[in-house]
């Protein structure tokens, strides 16, 4: 399968360069849940961030009071950093955290509602990974690549919750991310009206030691538990809009059928979709505006955001994930295969990578948006 | 996952039992193509078959005059049968299957058409797996658990053919045979109008050598070349009806939009569809249909029939290709995951056995009706 | 790769036909740990049973109570069999298990060692998969196709620990199962001095969920905890001999190093062995023994036996995990490659399924032994 | 399982900067043999390379006169460099690539052997990964980081063919050349006498499309054709000096066996070495000497070598060919589990990347020395 000339810019090193920290002063961060799979994923991708550095590691008590590199059963390709190796873990308490800026959640959705509320109370602001806030209606599913603007009900949600200086925000399901980065630029374009998707989902997205490879080897699960549901109700407020108050969120009120499958791939989610839109659209349309696409949060300078957010390939073989989730470093989302639909408008498969923008990835960009916007 | 009361029918052994061949001698059969991975499929599937014997295995110029066992690169799991590791092998033309009373077509497409046209002008009727013929008007595209009634235009085939005894009866496409041995039912009790389906296929779909493991391993691959066409075309043909007077067939015009895409799979299609039909259904309606499925010829006693021909399950992590493609032999077609569709009416999940009921084993069943069914 | 005349034979089915039980009413058997992978091995192989019946499933506090269906979390791929589906499990106290006439071991060596020590004791005999009792001086590790003369000690076990009816018998570690039966024929011909044995061993080795998918795929983990020891030490128990009065082991005193190693594989342990012999021996010497081995119990009828014990093919790319596991239902050990070494004498490849033959059917074949020998 | 100090510093990357080119005038390379999996990391690895810029591209007749990404079927992970995807391809005749100063061979050994002489003669210096002239007694099997030194064969080579300004040199097979990277300051520290390994390989080692899916998946195949032999011979040519009058090699005298297996891993052979040494050495010394090891060129500045060539590790669960494989760039070997052997003296596990050590960065490297030493 020859190469596309798209598919070698993808992957383009992520602007290393010219970026300059809001102010010369890194802020402190803490890790919440640092042994899992997202907790070692945020402590790799927060190595020489220029804006954030980690200060203090959180983790349950079966962990606290350990060495990091005790504590955690190190499962991610690239090794350990050296810089926490010995980083002392504590409990999830807020006073634990006095030093930090802001946190990084990663904790288990059995924990993680009331644990991440005690740290907004504390005037520690919380960039979480956790499902369980999502839903609120002044907490915002935030995804710099498809609706930076949501960030804004920030001072709503402080009014609404008696915070003073913290506050909670999410980031989307993994399966739930690439599918709305791919999305947003089409919706603003040409109003999307109904959506089909079938996911074909990386074992990563299951943590560790998650799937069994009892399970999973030359095997595909059709169920993920609670999947399909997430991506009808985040899709759906991920893009409505925020009021004119900024004081609530309006949903899309896109029709969505989700059917999701784990696949025996280690990192990446692929997902067939097809689009209704409320007009006639052309597959020349749809290129074309996924191929000018930049992230709408292009003109705010984001450390981790890659050149593009997302990136369009004509090698019909393509995306694939075990070839294009690092795109970007796994920050960009790849599309490929745009084509007409027999029964509504397009049809195309779009490639996220799971842990890094789908997960902790997400939330860093977010944190950086935060610190950008001057919410940090 | 605990596992459902049905799934464990499902693998309840073919009836080995009661079967009568139509008169007390076997017909003699031919296999062309026996040396790819289809061909070595019938080769072991038509072992102690109560109808048919091979008497010749026919391969090209490059295995011809070898002994199979010499000639084959044998990849299947289980053992190539003594019983023809010696049979020398000839070119695939009519007269060295003289002997023959049938043959079944395992050919590479790029040869078939003409080669099976001059076994049916020979008189000998040909059972093919290649896709050649399949859109010819006056050839079947025959599953005796969907359209049995689609073998009576072989009078007319022959009429429009000049063909004497001779005939040509082709399979569907692997993806298609599961789907619509599946879609039957519900589109006779119902009325289907439109279908999404996404495939996730095994790599023995492509054939020996077939995919590379450099491509697939730990990867999915979003594309099968033509793959999603056929599901289009052949689903309609199919599911539609012979006319009246039995010349030609009338297309059930269901709009069709298939993706299709490669998984690291061994055996076994999985394929999550969303149905569409003329009228209101409900999930309990439609399980009730297919609990009480029985093959269409399920009154013909077909020796490779197994005991149901569709078996329907609850574990909502099922079905699995690893764990339920063997079911029946391979012959049974699994559904799961019955649910109502957010877009269409039910979303559902069907499992099909590729490389039996989808390739050779559906061949053979298609010769075993027309054995009772006096067109051999 | 053709495939040799052997290696159809190997697979020819387990005899099913003419064996009488020694007594015309079924013994009533336990499982102890029913729940885990090994257990749910136990609940398979002893459907329809000449000699035995399931009477009574044992498990921990967190399964008692509850039906075996909802207990369990069924992971092999052959459904759970209905007629134990709603069977109620029990705590594993021998007061539970006062119908067995002997019970089944799939407990974890954490919690084995005194729960089979207090049912020998209730004088209930004990067949266990736990590693608990193998270095015991007067228990034997019982393998019937290599060491069948050991189940002798028994009259000496039951003196020294004061059983008066109960007894424990354990099987070999899964890796060292499969290796003894093929050393065992050719240390009885030559006698074996050295042995280096690679094991390739495959992930239900480990349990359930056992290895995780994310460490596994596409990978290779090159150590396995405590097996290298237990290669070294159960090999030279089992190919030893039990002294003239029955009443202790003599060491085999072979000089064995091992390295073992995780694949990707799902059942089947793959061996690569090099042998040192007292004596020169040639190749042909070597295979013409392996040829004629039946096993040592073959006049022993034992309902679960193969055919044969040991298969050996000349195909130079077989044994393979995948494709001969299952050789004689998983019963069967294939060996191939003999070849010269250059450094010891004679290098080979040995295959056997770990989980059958390996684990649970190796427990069964040994309980099976008890019987006949009237030790049972 | 927690990862180790060295293994971090294994990973960082190559040093890029303070190297100067010999000349500040790049040389210019042909490739011979482009579009095949190895041809393909060459073209990838070139890319931007400090001494070498690619001038000329070849290939067969099948791919001759089109542009180089319509010729190829491109199935590395990283993309194809836009800078040669308009490059026409050639043929390998030495008059195509008179522009050039020297030629890596990627060429399949069928054709391998006259061509590469063809090229020696026309003064255009070769280097192969081909097997075809390792065992010729002028031309040196060179592994940088194990027998530098060899490379001064090259005046004899010269005076014995009757070449001018070319010569031919090789690099060794995948399987050995992790393996004398590993062994090289052992032998030279302790002296070598006897070696076990029983390899597991990588499937991108059998090229592309290489190894069928349909073999590997779930599966281990336990024999590659001429790979056990290569093992013993290479590795005594390689681990042999050169005779002080630098006309021939002198073998090691080592004595090897060799087991040789495919397993379903991408990149990265992993093999389980026992090394007996003509005296009695501890575990601690081995590891000392692995440890404060450099590779014997170290004082020479070669651009892609990793700064470390050998890493040792002390997490008993690595090296693993998925997490370990890239370590230095794919450039360096990892070495892990060294701990006594009861037969030899020392066991360890030794881990290479098989496409860029252990092919084409391993002849890259060799221009590299070649370049530095004043041969090109």
Redesign the interface.
Known sequence: ???S?S??E??APAPSAPLVAPSDTKLKCGILGCTG?VGQRFVLLLQGHPFFEIAVLGASERSAGKKY??A????L??????AV?NVPVVLCNPEEFSVCDLVFSALDNIVAGPIEESFATANIPVFSNAKNHRLDPVVPILIPFANPEHIDVIPKQREAKGYKKGFIVTNANCSTTGLVIALRPLHEAFGID?L?V?T?QA??GAG????????????????ISGEEDKL?VETNKILGRLSEDKSEFVSADI???A?C?R????EGH?E?V?IGFGKKVTVDEVKAVLRKCESPSSDLVLPSAPKISLALTED????????DADCGHGYTVTV??VRE????CI?M?VLSHNTVIGAAGGSILNAELARVKGYL
Chains 1, 2, 3, 4 share one sequence.
């Open positions: 399968m020859s190469s000339s598919s070698s993808q992957q799979a590199k005790d955690v059963s190190w499962m390709d690239s090794p350990l950093p050296q190796a109904k089909f079938v074909m074992v990563s560790y030691p998650g799937v069994s490879s009892y399970d999973i080897m030359g095997n595909v699960i059709p169920y009808v029709r969505v059928s059917q499958n696949v025996g791939v280690l692929t067939c097809s019909c073989t393509r995306p694939q994930p075990r070839r490929g295969r639909c027999e029964l509504f049809k498969v």
